[in-house]
């Protein structure tokens, strides 16, 4: 069961990032996340965004050189 959690709480901050969470699906989370699952995942998301913005960057930097 804790897996099914920990991929809703990934799931729910990914669409979070965009901005495009409806109200129920929130509401849906709300009662079923706790706090330290949704703050892990966001940090985990967060940290993996901003990996991925300076992977994308070196690779065009390297492809411009």
Do not use: C, H
């Not at 991929?7 to 495009?20: D, I, N, T």
């Not at 699952?37 to 930097?61: K, N, P």
Request: avoid cysteine; glycine fraction near 8%; aromatic fraction near 12%.
């Amino acid at each position: 069961m804790a897996e099914r959690g920990n991929l809703k709480a990934a799931l729910a901050v990914f669409w979070s990032f965009f901005g495009v969470r409806k109200r129920r699906d929130y509401e849906a989370d709300a009662q079923s996340l706790t706090p330290a699952q949704i703050i892990i995942a966001g940090l985990i998301g967060g940290v993996t965004f901003v990996l991925t913005i300076l992977l994308l960057v070196y690779l065009v930097l390297q492809f411009v050189k």
